[in-house]
């Protein structure tokens, strides 16, 4: 062997034992038996997982795009972040700039990932205008490693070309792949921004009405049934509410396939952060919501509901969140949170009871590998799968502080929370990644994952 990890506890979605874990070609190539090798890590007394699968992050290209979609992080800085806090592969919304075409964008995100990504990474091809050229592009992307689209419901060009989507998802789920929809109804938004600004309240605490819940669970039902009507499997991003959590539920019951993810942040923060004198750095969307929100998304996580857990990284500088000209129904939307998301997810998850640590690796590596094409290649630690570890360790307690994180935000959500377990090493493709607190992949080390059609649950 190239490298063995020794000793460690073994933790995949289905089982966890006491395995050494044998490494040539940057591939799995024996778990359990003898082996030797030149290279050896000893993890006894440590937990070995897969390395996580974050499939919504926006790393983003200076200069292209709207403003209010450049976020500060690149591949360089996300990847580092991610690779910091035991993420091996990242799926990055790829948007085209205006009047560019979806195959052009993919085209370029492809180089630039495979150019300065420090790990391998996939992308979700952003469908801005559904028209037939477009959607015949999107069809071959899906059949050619691409085999997932990204659309808003919460655009105003989504009302007016309902048509054109639901054709475009038609295509892609008889391409085998899966549709991936920010469920926020734009007519809905618009109507609660106008009331807002004409009675005055445009303060940042006002946001969680500029896009309150019914905006939400009204868009949910819709994604659930243009999942129903198409044929094409759904992906729920960000979901944050019980009521949407809801629809999703009834449209699982009568077979429809509705995947669920939600994020850190409806995980551990609620909307009295508005009402706090620095309360828009907070906003993301949707909003922050209430505190039986949070109750909810933890029980369907368990339970089986909410299928992943991704970050949606999509940091700014926090003067630019805080920017006074900004105000309820504009604010500058997302967070870092790569760094940060497996360690908090483990600390509030794993050691509360919450969750196995089998259910952690599920909602964090297995289940997005399988539904965007990567299992088993990717989501699980078997022979013949990449050799993407985390050896973690349960027992380090650190104090989050985002000025010396990775992330160019130089700011975290989080600071000043003291969480308990963290990587301790972490090994791409059988090269070791990070170690004593230093990421060594540089940038342009990644690839581009291979994937295949989505994979039910
Ligand atoms: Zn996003």
Redesign the pocket.
């Known amino acids: 062997m190239d490298l063995v990890v020794r000793g460690g506890t073994v933790v995949t979605a289905g089982s966890v034992q006491v395995a050494d874990i044998g490494v040539e070609n940057g591939m799995i190539a024996q778990v359990g038996g003898p082996m030797t090798a030149a290279t050896e890590i000893d993890a006894t007394g440590r937990f070995v997982l897969p390395g996580g699968v974050d499939g919504?992050v926006?790393l983003t290209p200076a200069g292209t795009g709207p403003h209010s979609w450049r976020w500060i992080d690149d591949f360089p800085a996300g990847t580092a972040a991610a690779l910091a806090g035991g993420i091996t592969t990242v799926g990055n919304?790829c948007h085209p700039g205006s009047g560019e075409s979806v195959a052009d964008a993919i085209a370029r995100d492809v180089a630039l990932g495979s150019a300065t990504s420090r790990c391998d990474f996939f992308l979700h091809p952003v469908l801005m205008n559904p028209v037939p050229e477009e959607i015949d592009a999107l069809e071959s992307l899906v059949r050619n490693g691409h085999p997932s689209v990204k659309i808003f419901l919460s655009f105003r060009r989504f009302d007016h070309n309902v048509e054109g989507y639901l054709e475009a998802m038609r295509r892609v789920g008889a391409a085998g792949g899966l549709a991936l929809l920010?469920c926020e109804d734009v007519a809905v938004m618009e109507c609660c921004c106008g009331m807002l600004r004409a009675e005055g309240r445009t303060d940042a605490r006002h946001f969680p009405e500029a896009r309150p819940v019914a905006a939400e669970r009204s868009a949910t039902e819709r994604a659930v049934t243009m999942g129903e009507v198409t044929g094409c499997p759904v992906y729920v991003?960000?979901l944050s509410s019980a009521e949407a959590l809801d629809r999703c539920r009834a449209g699982q019951a009568r077979g429809v396939a509705v995947h669920v993810e939600t994020r850190p942040i409806y995980l551990f923060l609620t909307r009295e952060r508005f009402d706090e004198q620095d309360g828009a750095k907070y906003a993301g969307a949707p909003p922050l919501r209430d505190p039986a929100d949070v109750d909810a998304l933890w029980a369907a996580i368990r339970q089986g509901t909410v299928a992943t857990v991704a970050t949606?990284h999509?940091p700014w500088a926090l003067a630019d969140k805080l920017d006074p000209s900004l105000d309820a129904t504009s604010l500058r939307l997302?967070m870092a949170e790569l760094e940060t998301m497996l360690p908090m997810l483990w600390w509030a998850g794993v050691r509360t009871g919450r969750m196995s640590m089998s259910r952690f690796v599920e909602v964090t590596s297995t289940n997005p590998a399988k539904l965007f094409g990567l299992y088993p290649r990717k989501g699980t630690i078997a022979v013949g799968a990449d050799a993407d570890l985390v050896i973690w360790d349960d027992t380090a307690t650190r104090r989050i502080d985002g000025s010396t994180m990775h992330s160019l935000a130089g700011w975290s959500p989080y600071d000043g929370w003291e969480v308990t377990g963290w990587p301790r090493t972490v090994i791409t493709r059988g090269e070791i990644a990070v170690a004593d607190g230093r990421v060594r992949n540089d940038a342009g080390w990644g690839r581009l994952a291979a994937r295949t059609a989505t994979e039910a649950l």
Request: net charge negative.
């Open positions: 919504h926006h919304m920010h991003v960000h949606d999509a997302g």
